[in-house]
């Protein structure tokens, strides 16, 4: 198996530790990343490996954990949409529950990270916002909305005067059953 060889060759060469995206270059990002690569990479070397893809909720990181035996896990587009994951993670391990978060936190995440391109001057800042647009707007009620709005504005200041719109009027969402955190589990 490839993975197995060039994770051996690594540990030859000294490295700390190896992550495998269990994907061919042929799959790309569709179909299931293989797992079982994981855990066969895992048995053939005595530096940690850490597993990576398809880890979608924090019962994936549990469920990667027990069927590879890595030593920890890596988290892609997850991390994107779902900047919360590694709470829910730590959450799930500790009580079998997590928590969802509320619309204002989701707020809160994208303004935030707008603000931080504005104030640091980020060159491409508006580029770099509508590109994670469409990550941060996964789980927002009427996100389709707000993806447009983000899409359609000329630069980073309209784009975050169109966020703080969006959240702000739309206070009677913000004030359904996703305001209070939900608990899962
Ligand atoms: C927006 C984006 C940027 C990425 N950039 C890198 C990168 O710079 N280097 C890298 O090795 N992998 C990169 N990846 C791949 C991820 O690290 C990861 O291997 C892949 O997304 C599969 O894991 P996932 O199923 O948790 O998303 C990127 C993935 C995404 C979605």
Known sequence: MVCVELARLAEECGLNAVALHARTREQGYS???????????KSALHIPVIGNGDIRLPQDATAMGAQTGCDGVMIGRTAASNPWIF??????????AYEEP??????QMIRTYFRMLIDEEMPG???KMKQFASWFTHGVANGSALRKAIYEARNEREILERVENFFESNETSARGPETESALVG
Do not use: K, L, M
Request: charged share 20%; aromatic share 14%.
């Open 31 to 41: 179909g299931d990343a293989r797992w079982e690569w994981i855990a066969a990479v």
């Open 102 to 107: 509320a619309q204002a936190d989701r707020y």
């Open 87 to 96: 709470r829910q993670i730590a959450q799930w391990n500790q009580s079998g």
């Open 125 to 127: 800042a508006a580029g």
